[in-house]
């Protein structure tokens, strides 16, 4: 059975049990449905057609150049973009928008698409008003592994795994991103955004969304981490950038990994806890300023300078080691905390 199969028989199981569950609440019997009539042979004419509530299917595919950019915008609906090896741009509309591609640019070496726009034609049944963005209940995209993608859209749930870089830029919905090898950009509003098993130069904004990311690192020197949060929190792990800036404006921050040699490494909060966890040997000079919290370290960290009066802002500047990497950590209410693994 194929994955498809599979989620449609689980999917099917999971709604009988749910009928069940609440047949069974509100006191009524479940019985077993009854038996199908006998088959009889029906004209077309007697069944008229029926236009869709939510749009049509559609699937298209076009031979492009291995390092197409790819743009589309997305007002709403479930996107999963994934790499191939095949130099060919496949996309399927479930319950959506017509679509056609628009090139916008060829390669002068293969005379192939190098970059293409996804844009929603007519709809035949004016469920919505005309425009370049695409909707459905569920947006498939094959691509060239070595692509770069670009989204914007309203309400979109959103999954890049496998190409050169990618590009998101929503209002609601939440990102996933995984094995991009060259740059990842995150812009999104209500929603959450994580990052796996990926490289390059990354920018990462939520409005009220957490932000997790695993296992992300430089493609180029001198590839900057950037991540940002009004109303989330931020989690980072075996993140090997030599500049990282992490801010939230009210949610906890917390890093796990190594401060490498020469190094910048900034994280704050206005409002919540800053929790790092840091191998014995790390070497770096530790800059901490906070308000109604405290300041502690299970790491020893040799004292330069120290401010802890009463007052509003209480300050430690200290030394781990050599002190070969710059650690700023700043909170307005909250604890920092440095651990060891």
């Known amino acids: ?38 088959t009889r ?32 915008c997305v007002s709403e609906g479930t996107l999963k973009v994934n790499g191939w090896t095949r130099n060919e741009l496949r996309v399927f509309v479930q319950d959506g928008s017509n679509f056609e591609f628009k090139t916008q640019q060829t390669s002068p070496k293969t005379g192939d698409p190098v970059w293409v726009m996804v844009t929603a034609v007519s709809d035949r049944n004016k469920v919505v008003p005309r425009s370049e963005c695409i909707r459905g209940g569920d947006i498939e995209i094959d691509i060239p592994v070595n692509a770069a993608v670009n989204v914007k859209g309203q309400d979109v749930t959103s999954t ?8 998101v830029k929503i209002i609601g919905g939440n990102t996933f991103i995984r094995n ?50 009004n109303g989330g929190a931020i989690s980072l792990e075996k993140i090997t950038h030599r500049q990282i800036e992490v801010n939230s404006i009210s949610g906890s921050v ?15 909060t206005s ?45 430690t500047v200290g030394r781990i080691g050599g002190g070969d990497s710059t650690l700023r950590l700043t909170t307005n209410n909250g604890s920092i905390s440095i651990r060891k693994p």
């Open 1 to 38: 059975m194929t994955g498809s199969g599979r989620k449609l028989e689980y999917g099917f199981v999971l709604a009988v049990m749910a009928l069940a569950l609440s047949l069974s609440a509100t006191g009524q019997t479940v019985v077993a449905p009854p038996a199908a009539p006998a």
């Open 41 to 72: 042979s029906i004209a077309k004419a007697e069944i008229p057609p029926v236009p869709s509530m939510f749009g049509e299917s559609t699937e298209r595919s076009i031979k492009v150049d291995p390092s197409i950019n790819l743009s589309l």
């Open 160 to 167: 890049i795994d496998g190409v050169r870089k990618a590009s």
């Open 180 to 229: 991009v090898t060259d740059g990842v950009t995150v812009s999104g509003g209500q929603g959450g955004i994580a990052v796996e098993s990926s490289s390059g130069a990354m920018s990462l904004d939520s409005t009220t969304g957490n932000i997790v990311v695993f296992e992300a690192g430089p493609s180029d020197i001198g590839d900057i981490f950037r991540a940002k949060t």
């Open 254 to 268: 917390s890093y796990s990994g190594s401060l490498l040699n020469g190094g910048s490494y900034s994280f704050g």
């Open 271 to 315: 409002n919540g806890s800053i929790r790092l966890t840091l191998p014995t040997d790390t070497s770096s000079t530790v800059s901490a300023s906070y308000g109604f919290g405290a300041f502690r370290s299970e790491i020893p960290i040799t004292t330069i300078t120290e401010n802890i009066s009463e007052g509003p802002v209480k300050s």
